[in-house]
């Protein structure tokens, strides 16, 4: 016979035993799946790399990045989005996927319900380049070409519904310019086509333009952010001369909606130190990448907002993703 207080200290055992332990003291429990839907190289990809190596370093386990790309970054992201929420599988996402893809067509996943924000952790700069054909050396004398040369402007991107495409087309649309769009399928084959010219501007990351620049292969006209970049002050934006007129392009951690808000926090936290660190910082400016460390609920509302200012810019346009 088991006395009263043996089966009372069994049950508590025993309820302790399949009680959840706290966030803060189990996770990770296993190896954390990192999906970045692009190709591996971008941006995108260098700094989900960085995050995950930062970590594993501290970690119980390791950080695995894992390259989904397809459909519009809408591949990888719809993997995350139908994990469960315990924390073990993460998505690095940009503005294409919250902002701009709701609007081109019907995803399989909700982008407000199904992601939970984790951090903002980064801007990758746009710039505005031209092929040195062009006689523009700033936004003014480039909207004054273009006026004076209506349709005679072809601008690439790396596909219909993408960052450069959409940036190129609210500079249009504010200054009243008639420009021509060629999509490429990537980044490298519009620079390629740029510095050919074959095609005369170029809106996008400046890690894959300077080079080129310092080259005099292409010439450099302005920022596309909403304010100067800190590594380039003398570098005046877009919207200095045409007010409104900016692309802020944003990369953030996020993982399937419904995480408990602890493990957000523990997860926010432990990046946040991750980039911190001298070496972490050195690395992405070697990128042209910027930390640019917002909370869960920042981002959200970064989210919402970009949504819906994008949104009109997509239907007035009527652009239509690949």
Do not use: C
């Not at 055992?13 to 332990?21: D, G, T, V």
């Not at 073990?88 to 319900?113: C, Q, S, Y």
Request: charged residues 15%; proline residues 9%.
């Amino acid at each position: 016979m088991f006395s009263r207080r043996s089966v009372v200290t069994w049950l508590v055992l025993l309820s302790a035993a399949f009680a959840p332990a706290a966030w803060g003291q189990a996770f990770p429990a296993k190896p954390v799946r990192f999906i970045v839907p692009i190709t591996p190289g971008g941006s995108n990809d260098v700094l989900a790399r960085l995050i995950a190596q930062k970590l594993t370093e501290t970690w119980p386990h390791p950080v695995v990045v894992e390259n989904r790309p397809g459909a519009g970054m809408n591949l990888g992201a719809e993997m995350v989005a139908k994990s469960a929420p315990d924390g073990h599988t993460w998505l690095l996402g940009a503005n294409n996927l919250f902002a701009f893809n709701p609007h081109m067509g019907r995803l399989p996943f909700d982008v407000f319900k199904d992601f939970t924000p984790v951090a903002q952790v980064a801007s990758v700069p746009f710039v505005m380049v031209v092929h040195p054909s062009v006689p523009a050396k700033s936004v003014a004398e480039f909207i004054d070409y273009a006026r004076k040369n209506p349709g005679r402007i072809n601008y690439a991107s790396s596909g219909n519904g993408s960052p450069q495409q959409l940036a190129a087309e609210l500079l249009a649309r504010a200054t009243g310019l008639s420009m021509q769009h060629v999509p490429y399928k990537g980044a490298v084959p519009a620079i390629t086509d740029l510095i050919g010219g074959r095609v005369q501007l170029f809106i996008g990351a400046v890690n894959s333009l300077m080079p080129h620049v310092r080259d005099n292969k292409l010439r450099l006209i302005a920022g596309a952010g909403a304010r100067r970049f800190a590594a380039f002050p003398e570098l005046p934006a877009m919207a200095e001369t045409a007010p409104g007129v900016a692309l802020d392009v944003w990369l953030g951690v996020f993982l399937p909606g419904g995480a408990p808000r602890d493990l957000v926090n523990r997860i926010h936290g432990d990046i946040a130190r991750a980039l911190n660190t001298p070496d972490a910082r050195a690395a992405l400016a070697a990128q042209g990448i910027e930390p640019a460390l917002a909370t869960p609920e920042a981002l959200a509302q970064t989210i919402r907002e970009d949504h819906a200012r994008w949104g009109k810019v997509i239907a007035d346009a009527n652009i239509k993703a690949d």
